[in-house]
């Protein structure tokens, strides 16, 4: 993290009950936040670091971002189509973090470069 110059915190679903941790992490690190359709609200969406919803639905801003990222960590996320688009270009410059409570869903998609299954809550 600390060598990232371009780092963005990718937030799904799984993030849902860990609001209060993921404020907690973006405030110590100040990396902007985009969020899935499911994991949107879990991150205050009128935040200066709130990129707001990626993919399809997204915002340019957020697709933008993630598409320069150095870094991404990947919070709870399953990789849907709405979100990446082609998977092959989705993040291509970015080392991948993905952490998720379902072993299944690491690496199903899109392969990170360091992959932790726990629950994001305690990661956090």
């Known amino acids: ?3 990232a110059k371009k780092p963005v ?6 993030c849902l009950n860990s609001g209060e941790e993921l404020r907690k992490f973006i405030e110590l690190t100040d990396i902007p936040v985009a969020s899935t ?9 009128d935040d200066e670091l709130s990129l707001h ?5 997204g915002t340019v801003y957020a697709n933008y971002a993630v598409d320069k990222a150095d870094l991404l960590l990947a919070f709870g996320v399953k990789y849907d189509d709405h979100v990446t688009g082609k998977l092959e270009a989705f993040a ?21 470069h360091v992959s932790i299954c726990v629950d994001i809550k305690v990661a956090l």
């Open 37 to 45: 359709l499911i994991g949107f609200g879990t991150y205050p969406y």
């Open 53 to 57: 919803m990626l993919g399809m639905p």
């Open 9 to 14: 915190v990718y937030v799904g679903g799984g």
């Open 92 to 112: 291509s410059r970015a080392k991948i973090v993905h952490i998720d409570i379902d072993f299944a869903e690491i690496g199903k998609n899109k392969q990170p």
């Open 1 to 3: 993290m600390s060598e």
